[in-house]
Structure formats: C-alpha cells, structure tokens
C-alpha cells in the first residue's frame, strides 16, 4: 500500500482557557480526540472508504459527553436538545443533513441515511425522525442526552437569558465536532455534528446542517468541516467559499483558509475555525479563537514523513 | 435622477406547455407578475431600498393564488402547508430565512424580521412561528391557504406515492418566487419564497432558505434569486456560485450563469432556472427547463435603452 490516506477531526473552536483547563481534563479531551482519529484512520489504512472514516470518527466524538454533539449536546431554552448533522461524499458531491433532531443517538448516521436512502439533502424535525424510523436508525431518550453540567450551563444561561454556544462565562467555545479525510481510492468526504447552543431558541439553524457553509466536499479541492458562529459561517459560505478560491482563484488550501478565517469571517465579526484537507493529502487546521480541539493522521505515502500524527489544544 | 435601477422577478420554472396553457390562464400570469413588478419597480423610482422592492415584490406574488408560495402554496403529504422563504442585503450580506412553517401569511416578511431583529439567519417550525408572534408578523389560517386545484394534486400525489414540485403530469414547474433590485444607492438585494412539493414528507428543506443556494446578495457583485429542483442547487450552491465565479474567476454576470445553469447543475442532473441583477444593472433570466415565468424592469439611465421592461413565460 503506498496511497496517500489522511484523516482529520475536531471538537469545537474557542475560547479554551488554560486558567480553567485541568491536566486531568486535558487529558480527558486528548484521549478522546486520539479515539476517534485512530477509528478513522484504521478504516483509512484497510482500504476503507473516507465517506466510512469520517462517519466513525463522528460517531466516536458524538458519544462522548466532552462534546457538544450526540450524547454531550448542550440544552435549548426549553430544555430539549435539538441536534443538526451533515456528510458530504466528494466524489459525486452528494450530501445529507439533518436539523432540528431531538431523539437520534448519532445525527451523523441519519444525515448520511438520507444522502444515501432518499432523494432530499436536508429533513428537519419530526419528519427527519419519521425518516429515521423507518430506516432502522437508532433513537435515544431524554436520559441518554442529560448531564448535570450542561444542566447548569442552561440555568445559567436562562438567569442572564443569554445564549451561548458551549461555554461558561470564562470558556466561550463552540462545541460543534467533524471529520475530513482522504481514503486511498484519492476520494474526500467531510462530516459535522453538533448540539447546538445552550439556551437556543426559535427553531434556530446554524451553519452545521448547510452544505457548503459548515461541511463541503468535492474531489476537485478539498474537504473542511466548521466550528463556529454559524451565522457568519452561513453569510459567507465558508466551506464552498475555500473550495471557491481554489476553484476559481487558483488559491492553495492553506492560503484559501487563512483569508476565509483571517480575513472574510472577521471582516463581518465571524469567529471559529476548520479543518481541511485537500486531494493531495494536505491538512490544514485554523482557526481565529484561542484554541480547538484538533488532531489529524496521514498514512500510506504521508508515513515517510517524520510526524505523521498530532493532537492539539491551543 | 439619473441613477440606474432594475428589478427581476419570476414565479417559478419547469415545463409550461403551451398545450396546457390557455389564452386565459397566460393572461392572468402576465397581469400578476407585471403587477408584482410594478409594485417592486415603483419603490425604487421612489428613491427607496432594494430590500423593500424585492420584499413588496415577493409578497405581491405570496398573495396570488397562481404560484406556489404564500397563499398558493401547496400541500405536504400531511395535507398540510410548509413553506421556506429568504432575502438577503447585498450592502452588508446580513440575511434572514425561515424554514418550515404553516401559518404565516407572508413568509418574506418574517424572513425579514429574522434579518433585521434577531441574532440569526436561520429559523424553522414551532420556533420559527413563535418568533412571529413576539414581532407581530400577520399569521393565516388552514383556509387561507386551501385551494381546490392544489388538494387535487395532492390526491394524485398520494394515488402514485410521487413527490412532486408543483405541476401535473403534462406540467412539471418549480412553483417558487423570488426578485432582485438595483436601487438608486447601488445596493442589491434578493428575496426567494416557496411553498414546496406536493406530498412533500420527512420535513424536507430546500433550497429556498439556505443563503448561497437559493438566494444570494452581495454588493460586490450580484443578486440572484433561483427555483428549481432544490437539493441540486444546495449541492452546488448554485447562487453563491455564481458570485464565486465573477469574484474569483472573473466572469461577467452573464457567462458565470450560463456555466452554472447549463453545464454544472445538468452536470449532477439538475432543472431549473434563475434571475439576477449585476452592480452595474444587468438583468440575467436564465433556466435549463422550458419556461420561466419572468419579467423585469428598468429606470434611470437604464430608462434611455428602447425596451426598459419585460414579461416572459417561455
């Protein structure tokens, strides 16, 4: 085997301070991250597809309760948590998304269900979960989602009738999670999920679910999954935005990401970040807050290399 | 006055026979689309925004029963209404749309509340409704928006267990509607509203509110409002698109939308068509299906050119 494969995930961008930071708790954030990047990158190295890869390493960061997505999403202001997912296949550019969901254990399954088992990209609420019925997806209650932190962080939100992404007063972060890779047949696919913002209210969608906002995929680039303030992640359409200046401005990835994170995002009050990778295997991971949950893996031709793996904070 | 100003509206694209179409039936067309137009026309000769040309413009199309949005809106497979709508500020790209909801009268007004009163871009369902009722939008009830003619496609729908954009077998259309304006301070503007599929299922959302895909507005270049088969225009992000393709690659308003609707959207099977206005106050209606109902219009300099308006179905 000496294709190039590559895998990168992360776990919400923000203001992740080392003053509130244990080393218990960092440790805790990167054996998770260390998880999910290996079940990817294992499907990677045995000849799987990166549609599989970014699917699994999803599913990992979503049941872990560090997260805000799956089993860790935060509480909307009527004390429900309402999931959004998507996926997104770079070969054909094909796509499914989820929003809105209550009751799914892993949104990241429904959303590629329906790029895969229907003719729609996104369902959203009820119907989304009729969908899910009816293709065997497995549902969660109540109990499976509640956690006396994410308790707490909802009282407090309610008491200043603020609403926040995944923090505390001190620890503003998004806690969006996503996966993009390269598999060795040279295909890209990208796939974001999240809780969320605490105290949400209004049906509100971010940019999660949006194709070409916080997830895009397409062979001809590059794959980057978002964290962030969805809003301006949506107006400027950050995902398609990168592939854009790539496409049609002759920008590399790394170049094409610093101006979208650096300059257009901020230009508007954006803050978050992504990670991407292109079809050569280049990974690129930034971000304009004080730190994201990070980790990437290369494989195969990228093994040559002296390091080939990395799990970062700040 | 001297400054140039243009609008563009449609209701919708797809096959419009004209074996199916009577004198009548065309007539009452033409008269509600130059009726919409003028209204959207006179706002700007007034010296007003772009954003309320193609507001006033939109509603004027959500209250004729002849298109598929608003009032004419057709039913989901539940027998009831969803409806999406959209606008976006080319001066500042801000945008609003809702997603997902039955009871509202005028969904472009509540898009634009979004906009202009919330945090947010996106709000869909329940939520959405209730963010309503806080800012005092107009509400309608199941009656409103019965129709004979539309409960009789739904029972067809449901006879052959089809999804269906608006249309009967002889006349496939995407029954959305949308403008765009130029006003006489050089801002753009674009609005999009849909009532959706017939016998649609599983709350799926189309293109029609998701900025970059249905509706998009940027000063810098263009605003473009689109109908058609949605999940192909949120694949290739069909209206950010086309701004990507002027910004980036350096196409005219008119070569950009040729490439996006004659060979990228046929390129993964999708129909449809579009309307856009340049920052310069060209008009584009383009469309890969047979017809388009469309008509635009222009004032200022613009008024000096022979023909300075236009209503077209075919």
Partial sequence: MNKKFAIAIHGGAGTILKSTMTKEKEDQYVSALKEAINIGYKILEDGGTSLDAVEEAVVSLEDCPLFN????????????????????????????????????????????????????????GDGAEEFARQFNIEFADKKYFYSEFRYDQLQKALQSDSIFLDHTELDHKFGTVGAVALDQMGNLAASTSTGGMTNKKWGRIGDTPIIGAGTYANNETCAISCTGSGEYFIRTMTAFHVHSLMKYGNYNLDIAIRKVIHEILPSIGGDGGLIAIDNNGNVVMDFNTEGMYRAWKKGGENGNETENESVLIY
Avoid: C, Q, W, Y
């Fill in 69 to 124: 997505a799956g089993k860790g999403s935060v509480f909307t202001h009527n004390g429900i948590h309402e999931m959004d997912a998507s996926i997104m296949d770079g070969r054909n550019i094909d796509a499914g998304a989820v929003s809105l969901i209550k009751n799914i254990k892993n949104p990241v399954r429904l959303a590629r269900k329906i790029m895969e088992k229907s003719e729609h990209v996104i369902l959203a």
